[in-house]
T-cell receptor, first 112, second 114 residues
Framework: DQQVKQNSPSLSVQEGRISILNCDYT??????FLWYKKYPAEGPTFLIS?????DKNEDGRFTVFLNKSAKHLSLHIVPSQPGDSAVYFCAASYNQGGKLIFGQGTELSVKP | DTAVSQTPKYLVTQMGNDKSIKCEQN?????MYWYKQDSKKFLKIMFSYNNKELIINETVPNRFSPKSPDKAHLNLHINSLELGDSAVYFCASSRQRQVGNTIYFGEGSWLTVV
């Protein structure tokens, strides 16, 4: 039973436009959420995170929104760039010794 | 310098064989992990060690045995390989048991069992 789900396996966006990647979770005990970015043949790298006490966190072109009542978070990339093309993983934790629960990823393609 | 390195990157082996994947981190982190990315693309934690001590052991077959000779190394040994073991295995490390932005992943080891 997957506690973190990313229901869109892929997303294609035009350069300069907004990319919105979505993630849903089922466990209300999760208190920390993260997004990781993964290029082919590389390991995931940390992108941005948000604590459950917040509903928004921004870092440059990347913003993560958290809706606890809906158990939903999203990653907004504005403006999207071709170099953003990668697989994006959503992850959640409830502070159990570093255990992260990952979604299955969404492959973003930003077209020039 | 590679922060978390794992070898081999690609491994093709026959069913029933025993194989090991090695992992080393040069970040001075205390906690190391093994994650498995299965055919459905989910990344799932398998094991976690903190200062050579096992702290997370998910529901993983006994054929998988992690070994941590020191806090900079966490190797994964797999006995009697099965077709379903084919996956990408990621090693990772973090400072203490902190989550999130302190977790660094290796490049992955692609295991194919034929």
């Amino acid at each position: 039973d997957q506690q973190v789900k990313q229901n869109s396996p892929s997303l294609s966006v035009q350069e300069g436009r907004i990319s919105i990647l979505n993630c849903d979770y089922t466990n209300s005990m999760f208190d920390y959420f993260l997004w990781y970015k993964k290029y082919p043949a590389e390991g995931p790298t940390f992108l941005i995170s948000i604590s459950s006490i917040k509903d928004k966190n921004e870092d440059g072109r990347f913003t993560v929104f958290l809706n606890k009542s809906a158990k939903h978070l999203s990653l907004h990339i504005v403006p999207s760039q071709p170099g953003d093309s990668a697989v994006y993983f959503c992850a959640a934790s409830y502070n159990q010794g570093g255990k992260l629960i990952f979604g299955q990823g969404t492959e973003l393609s930003v077209k020039p | 310098d590679t922060a978390v390195s794992q070898t081999p990157k690609y491994l093709v082996t026959q069913m029933g064989n025993d194989k090991s994947i090695k992992c080393e981190q040069n970040l001075g982190h205390d906690t190391m992990y093994w994650y498995k990315q299965d055919s459905k693309k989910f990344l799932k934690i398998m094991f976690s060690y903190n200062n050579k001590e096992l702290i997370i052991n998910e529901t993983v077959p006994n054929r998988f045995s992690p070994k941590s000779p020191d806090k900079a190394h966490l190797n994964l040994h797999i006995n009697s390989l099965e077709l379903g073991d084919s996956a990408v295995y990621f090693c990772a490390s973090s400072r203490q048991r902190q989550v999130g932005n302190t977790i660094y992943f290796g490049e992955g080891s692609w295991l194919t069992v034929v």
